[in-house]
């Protein structure tokens, strides 16, 4: 049942507010009665994962490529990869995606935890620095009148150097003391001071990551994704190792999974193709030459190619036609085809609509048509010919004025 919600009082400037609800910190569209109704939905955060070099960031592009072809939105990026955003910068410089380093933060936990609640830095009024203000209604929509894009999307890359970030720091502080960490076990060079860790130190940063991923999954963007390398660790069903996103430590590996949507694993796959480099030194059992980058994308568990032990994977769509969703592709990213991200996104829309045509064939009362009418559901109107409704189904389904039983099909 859609949830009613008036409107909250105006929130206390500063990251300050981060502490408070999720939904208190953004600010409801406007209606005429002063109401507005969430739809927003439970696990809309994505996540992709994999192994340095298997092109999470670039698909980040893809995902912002989706959004501003599909929402006419940009997309916002909180970025605290070693590696950088430079596969991003062409999006940057088009101005589709909006980019902001967390690298240099003094207090990584406040900012990370702010970002996912839906804050975001912008510079004073009286240009001073910057400061985190909570998320607006207009900066979702937009102002068209002036040219003002909304926001539609939100990455956050990633889930392992967020957890980093905030574990390094937690050892510098003086003015906290972890459990099961010895007061005394610190080196000073200088002013500068570097604690030793414990085992509570990696249970507090997990927890913490747990609530960011909850936060950001209430944001109401059309689109958000995480990013994260790969670690083992264990199953928490079987019991077994399992291999899954890294976050700090092995306790969350298997878990993590069940946070997010979509679970996608890219894997660095041979492709069998070389590239000569000239050199004549090789082992002659060593087939020579620069190997051909081939990244395939997984939704669907799959196993380790040694050890057998199985990648966690997942697309969400309805079982009604999941039949139809592919367990696995290969990436293709150049000037005349980009197949990442975007492609999935791209596949689940059709597949939704599908679904819908087919519930819809196998109901046996016709769909309340308002219903259909609500954001993010698909109007009866709109159901696709020969998707596996028969004929009369679909000229029932589409007499919005006569209400009858459709019938089921076979």
Same mark, same amino acid.
């Given at each position: 049942m859609p949830l009613?919600?008036?409107?909250?009082?105006?929130?206390?400037?500063?990251?300050?507010?981060?502490?408070?609800?999720?939904?208190?910190?953004?600010?409801?569209?406007?209606?005429?009665?002063? /109401?507005?109704i969430d739809q927003g939905e439970m696990n809309r955060c994505d996540l992709i994962y994999g192994a340095s070099g298997t092109g999470k960031t670039e698909n980040l592009g893809l995902a912002a490529k989706y959004v501003w072809e599909k929402y006419g939105k940009i997309t916002r990026l909180a970025s605290a990869d070693g590696g950088g955003w430079k596969p991003l910068q062409p999006y940057i410089d088009l101005g589709i995606i909006q980019p902001f380093s967390?690298?240099?933060? !003094? #207090?990584? /936990?406040?900012?990370?935890?702010?970002?996912?609640?839906?804050?975001?830095?912008?510079? !004073?009024?009286?240009?001073?620095?910057?400061? @985190?203000?909570?998320l607006d209604w207009r900066d979702v929509e937009g102002d068209e009148k002036n040219g003002i894009p909304g926001v539609g999307c939100m990455c956050f890359e990633g889930l392992t150097s967020f957890a980093d970030a905030i574990f390094i720091s937690l050892t510098r502080r !003086?003015?906290?003391?972890?459990?099961? #960490?010895?007061?005394?076990? &610190?080196?000073?060079?200088?002013?500068?001071? @570097?604690? &030793?860790?414990?085992r509570a130190h990696y249970g507090f940063v997990q927890n913490r990551i747990q609530e960011m991923v909850a936060r950001a999954n209430g944001l109401p963007f059309e689109k958000m994704v995480w990013t994260a390398l790969e670690n083992d660790g264990v199953d928490p069903e079987t019991k077994e190792t399992c291999y899954g996103p890294k976050v700090i430590g092995k306790a969350l590996t298997g878990k993590?999974?069940?946070? &997010?949507?979509?679970?996608i694993h890219l894997v660095d796959i041979d492709s069998g193709e070389r590239v000569d480099d000239g050199r004549d030194d090789m082992h002659k059992l060593v087939k020579g030459g620069v190997k051909v980058k081939k990244i395939r994308? @997984?939704?669907?568990?799959?196993?380790? !190619?040694?050890?057998?032990?199985m990648y966690s994977a997942k697309g969400r769509t309805s079982a009604w036609v999941g039949k139809d969703f592919p367990p696995f592709f290969d990436v293709v990213i150049n000037d005349v085809e980009q197949k990442g991200l975007n492609w999935i996104y791209t596949q689940e829309d059709e597949l939704a609509k599908k679904a819908a045509s087919v519930i819809a064939a196998n109901l046996t009362r016709k769909p309340p048509i308002e219903e259909f009418k609500l954001k993010g559901s698909v109007s009866v109107l709109e159901l696709p010919e020969n998707e596996g409704v028969i004929d009369e189904q679909v000229e029932l389904a589409k007499e919005i004025a006569n209400v009858g039983e459709v019938k089921k099909s076979n």
């Open positions: 009613i919600r008036k409107e909250k009082p105006q929130a206390t400037e500063g990251v300050q507010v981060v502490a408070q609800n999720r939904a208190q910190t953004v600010q409801p569209k406007p209606t005429d009665d002063g /109401l507005r967390l690298n240099a933060a !003094k #207090t990584p /936990l406040k900012v990370t935890m702010a970002i996912a609640g839906g804050y975001w830095p912008k510079m !004073k009024a009286d240009g001073s620095g910057k400061e @985190y203000v909570p !003086k003015d906290i003391h972890i459990p099961e #960490t010895p007061k005394d076990s &610190f080196v000073t060079d200088g002013d500068d001071y @570097y604690g &030793f860790s414990g993590a999974p069940a946070w &997010f949507g979509d679970c994308a @997984y939704m669907a568990n799959h196993p380790h !190619k040694s050890t057998g032990h």
